[in-house]
């Protein structure tokens, strides 16, 4: 399943990153289509976002435009197996500030094991990290750029990380727990 939401155009970016303490965590839960189902405290005071304005729209209301959607698909396509991921992510707050999570998704299933939602749990991220991956996102956004389908440029950028993770030997998890 691929379920990738496009950004509220309306929101300007500022330029300005947001920071939460390392002993906060952000905590949101969606159903089957990544509409937000349930937020913490945290999610609303860094996002900007009430927990009525939350309600009922898609995860995505915080999706930075900066952030390749190659790793969305990455998610979703794991997430969706039943597989849990671990992922450096940008954020866009309400008011266009940006701010980095390092992402816990894991699926919610009923009592017969059927997938019937999905759980993030985000904490603040080391920012040497962030220093490794900004790069290694900003060439999977520039080869999702060069292409004139949106899909196809999220399907190179996607063979293009999966090349780069490949040649490491490792998978996505083991390569954001190395850096």
Sequence with gaps: ???????DTQT?????????????????KTDLMGKITYVNDVFCEVSGYSEKESLGKPQSIVRHPQMPRCVFKLLWDTISSGQEIFAYVNNLAKNGDNYWVFAHVT?????????????????????????????LYSALLAEE?????RKDGMLAAYDMLNKILTSKGIGYDAFVFSL
């Design 107 to 135: 699926p919610s299933f009923n009592n017969d094991g059927k997938i019937i939602g999905y759980h993030s749990s985000r904490r603040s991220p080391n920012p040497k990290a962030i220093e490794t991956i900004s790069p």
């Design 12 to 28: 300007m970016i500022t330029g300005k990153q947001r920071f939460f303490d390392k002993n906060q965590i952000i905590v949101s």
């Design 1 to 7: 399943m691929l379920v990738i939401f496009t950004v």
């Design 145 to 149: 750029e060069k292409h004139k389908n």
